[in-house]
């Protein structure tokens, strides 16, 4: 008897490169659309999100999946080889879908195979812009990157499509990632799941949300509710809480500034969602926690 297993998972190249970074590789708060694999071959460096604070050490793999917002560190020198990939999947779910953390393991030589390999059939897949996410993380660049996926030949594609898997299957051992069960979610709702994520500092409403995924607003919203619980509004909210805790206590933003970054049009609308939310004032938490 034959067993036959589909891959539900492919992704889409959008840079690989080695790069050498200083002091200037300082960024917080980086939330991108697409994971990201490191393998640091020398130096130091550290990254860090609000479960997590992890040493960026020469030998090690480090993965960040995408929509977790992270810290990027490097006090001196750092060298690394980096890719960046988005993930797509038949029924709309990500393999990391229920674990936003970020991962490290211990590099073995097929890793650093891997990454040479990747890059010598990717030539010029470099960000060749900037290394801040806010300059090279626009979707008329990924246009441009996917353009370069459809110029491969078949033979690229496919080894491309090779290294990727293997590179991935590093962080998908259950010792790693840990057990954790897939359940299904219509695809609409987790591309709105994305967006508020990477838009929480913009209005947000349901009646916008409802007319990116083509659907009535009410619908939308009771549909929301059943796969996640909240209606859109309310999960909107606990959302911008939860960034807005973190942000308190990674950065010495005001809080005036804090509730302008989570997309608050005032101070008072932010400190009392805040409360109701968490059940003290943004002072108050910033002490005790």
Not at 82 to 110: H, P, W, Y
Request: net charge positive; aromatic share 14%.
């Amino acid at each position: 008897m034959v067993i036959k297993r589909i891959l539900t998972h492919s992704f889409s190249l959008m840079n690989v490169d080695l790069v050498r970074l200083d002091s200037r590789w300082n960024y917080r708060n980086v939330i991108s659309p697409y994971h990201r694999i490191y393998y640091i071959s020398d130096g130091a460096g550290e990254i860090s999100h609000f479960e997590r604070q992890l040493s960026l050490e020469a030998g090690y793999l480090y993965l960040i999946p995408s929509f977790t917002i992270c810290n990027l560190f490097c006090a001196h020198f750092l060298e690394q080889y980096f890719v960046q990939f988005f993930e797509e999947s038949s029924d709309g779910m990500s393999l990391f879908a229920n674990n936003r953390s970020i991962f490290k393991v211990k590099a073995a030589e097929t890793d650093v195979i891997n990454f040479k390999r990747l890059l010598a059939i990717n030539p010029g897949r470099g960000i060749n812009r900037s290394d801040d996410p806010k300059v090279y993380e626009k979707d008329v660049y990924y246009r441009e990157y996917q353009e370069l996926n459809n110029q491969q030949n078949t033979s690229q594609f496919l080894e491309t499509q090779g290294i990727l898997y293997q590179l991935v299957s590093r962080f998908t051992a259950p010792e790693v990632l840990g057990k954790t069960e897939r359940k299904f979610i219509p695809v609409k709702i987790l591309d709105a799941i994305s967006y508020i994520s990477v838009h929480l500092h913009l209005p947000l409403t349901v009646r916008s949300l409802a007319e990116r995924a083509h659907q009535n607003p009410e619908y939308f919203s009771r549909l929301f509710e059943r796969y996640t619980g909240s209606r859109p509004l309310a999960y909107i909210n606990e959302k911008r809480i939860e960034r807005a805790q973190y942000l308190i206590m990674t950065t010495s933003s005001k809080y005036a500034e804090v509730a302008e970054m989570t997309g608050f049009e005032s101070l008072s609308h932010f400190s009392r969602t805040f409360k109701k939310v968490t059940g003290m004032s943004p002072g108050i938490y910033k002490k005790l926690f």
